[in-house]
């Protein structure tokens, strides 16, 4: 089942790109590694190793469990106890991954494929979690996407997906431009991203 995804995955311009952006952004570090594995780890799998990992991974200590309800507090963990108080396992060990170098100057990844649209990631190194400047960064990521979309896809024309993102991990963090666009509108839907109605509040990320 997994090889099948990967299979549709690798003729996805949007997946195919997002794998280049994380390799030249985390070298050979996790992030890097999607989460579905590679048509080479994938058939190293064993049922006995997908159990032991579902052990170690839905474990009391790395569990967090939200719940919205209308009942009294006390059914409702009632319910909660009964439901998930006999799990067991020991809490996964923290991982730490170093922070991506920042680069001086462009890195460039290409991949041609024989696909009539284009995907572009552009994107850098930011701030982590921990920093006080956490909740502006989300803030200005959420201007920064709805610029994109406003600028690129409804007065232009020029994008089947366009937005941005941040991610977070504990002492560092990243942010992507992504855009779909058709092969013949590249280096204008490029020039957009970078333009300077929007470059503005990317800056901010930075």
């Known amino acids: 089942s997994v090889m099948g995804i990967l299979g549709m995955a690798s003729g996805s311009t949007n997946q195919v790109c997002r794998e280049l952006f994380n390799r030249a952004m985390f070298g050979s570090a996790p992030y ?3 989460i579905t594995g590679s048509m080479a780890s994938v058939p190293q799998f064993t049922s006995e190793m997908l159990q032991a990992h579902r052990a170690k991974l839905y474990a009391p200590g790395n569990i ?3 719940c919205v309800t209308g009942m009294p507090a006390d059914s409702a963990l009632a319910i909660i106890e009964k439901s998930f108080g ?3 396992g020991a809490s996964a060990t923290p991982v730490t991954i170093a922070s991506p170098a920042t680069p001086t100057t462009v890195q460039a990844e290409h991949k041609a494929m024989q696909k009539e649209q284009v995907y572009i990631y552009l994107g850098n190194a930011i701030a982590g979690a921990a920093s006080p400047d956490f909740e502006a960064l989300m803030v200005a990521n959420s201007i920064l996407s709805s610029r994109l979309g ?3 896809r409804e007065k232009q024309g020029l994008a089947y997906s366009v937005g941005s993102s941040v991610q977070f991990d504990r002492d560092f963090g990243w942010f992507t ?6 092969k013949a509108n ?17 800056e901010l990320l930075l």
């Open 32 to 34: 890097s590694k999607p």
């Open 177 to 182: 431009c992504k855009m779909g666009t058709g």
């Open 150 to 152: 406003g600028e690129l």
């Open 86 to 88: 006999a799990m067991t």
């Open 64 to 66: 967090i469990l939200t």
């Open 186 to 202: 590249y280096q204008k839907a490029r020039d957009g991203i970078l333009a300077d109605d929007v470059g503005e509040v990317r």
